[in-house]
C-alpha cells in the first residue's frame, strides 16, 4: 500500500483488478477545500490514458514489479528476443509489450523490462541513446520552410525530424521517449 505522498512517475498500482502507471502526478491546495492529487496513469495492459484524482492521504495498493537488466538479442519474425543479464535465460516478448521502444531497439542493447508475477508488463529503454543516420536528403541553405527540420532515418528504421546540418552517417543523441533530436555525438 502506498499514500499519496508516496506517488513517483514510474510507480504500477493496482485498481480494480488492473495494473496502473503513473505517467504524471501533482499535488494541489486549493485555497479552500482539501488537497488531492491529480494524476495522469496508463493502463499497463491496454496502453489507455486516464486522468484520476485522489484525495490527499488515502492509500491506494502498489503492484510489485521485479525491473530487471535484460539485453536485446533480435526479432525473431513475431516476437522480440531478450536475455536476462543475471541468469542468461532468454525471454521473447510481444510487439504490445515492447510497444513503441522497437523504433529503437538496436541488438546488444540493454534496456529494464519490469514483471509482475513473472509476466513481462513493458519495457524501458534508456532515456538517450545514440543512434546513426542511414539516409537524409542533404538540407539546402535558406530552405527554412520546414522550420529548419528535415526527416532523417536512423539505423534502427526510425524516421524523426533533425536539423537541416545533419547529414547521412553522422550520429545523434535521440530521446527514447518521443523520438526527438537530442544533438549530435563527437567521434
Known amino acids: 500500500m502506498a499514500n499519496t505522498s508516496d506517488f513517483k ?15 504524471e502526478f501533482q499535488h494541489v491546495k486549493p485555497g479552500k477545500g482539501p488537497a488531492f492529487v491529480r494524476t495522469k ?5 491496454s496502453g489507455k490514458i486516464v486522468d484520476k484524482t485522489f484525495n ?5 495498493e502498489t503492484a510489485t ?11 525473431d519474425g513475431t516476437d522480440f528476443v531478450f536475455m536476462d543479464s543475471e ?9 504490445e509489450i515492447v510497444g513503441d521502444g522497437s523504433r529503437f531497439l538496436l541488438e546488444n542493447m540493454t ?3 519490469s ?28 530552405d527554412r520552410s520546414t ?3 528535415k526527416p532523417a532515418t536512423l539505423e534502427t528504421g526510425a524516421e524523426i525530424a533533425v536539423p537541416l546540418f545533419i547529414n547521412t552517417g553522422d550520429k545523434l543523441k535521440v530521446d527514447s521517449r518521443d523520438g526527438s533530436y537530442l544533438g549530435r555525438v563527437n567521434s
Open 9 to 23: 512517475n514510474g510507480l504500477v498500482l493496482r485498481m480494480d483488478n488492473q495494473l496502473w502507471q503513473i505517467q
Open 65 to 75: 514489479v521485479d525491473r530487471r537488466d535484460m539485453t536485446y538479442l533480435y526479432n
Open 87 to 95: 541468469t542468461f535465460e532468454q525471454l521473447p516478448l510481444s510487439p
Open 147 to 149: 522550420g529548419g527540420t
Open 41 to 45: 496513469i496508463k493502463n499497463v495492459l
Open 115 to 142: 514483471l509482475n508475477e513473472g509476466n513481462p508488463l513493458f519495457i524501458e529503454l534508456p532515456v538517450t541513446i545514440e543512434l546513426v543516420v542511414s539516409q537524409t536528403d542533404p538540407g539546402l541553405q535558406g
Open 111 to 113: 534496456v529494464q523490462v
Open 56 to 60: 490527499a492521504g488515502v492509500k491506494v
